[in-house]
C-alpha cells in the first residue's frame, strides 16, 4: 500500500477534498500510533468519500 494515498488529496486547491483528505490521513495516522494496520478496504473507502462518491455516513456503514 502506498505510505501516502491521501497526499494529492491535501495538496488539492478544492477545499472539500483537501479537508477531508487532511481528515483520513490524520484518522489513519491516530490508528497507526496505536500499532493497527490499515486495509485497503478503508483506504478505498476514505477515497471514494474524498471523492465525493459515497457519504461520511455511508463509509461508516460500509
Known amino acids: 500500500m502506498d505510505k501516502e ?20 490521513h490524520t484518522a489513519i ?3 497507526a500510533v496505536d500499532g493497527l494496520k490499515t486495509s485497503q478496504y478503508l483506504v478505498d473507502t476514505a477515497i ?4 465525493g462518491d459515497i ?3 455511508e463509509a461508516q456503514s460500509c
Open 5 to 24: 494515498p491521501f497526499k494529492e488529496y491535501i495538496k488539492q486547491s478544492e477545499p472539500g477534498k483537501r479537508d477531508k483528505g487532511y481528515l483520513w
Open 29 to 31: 495516522g491516530l490508528q
Open 48 to 51: 471514494r468519500n474524498i471523492e
Open 55 to 57: 457519504s461520511i455516513d
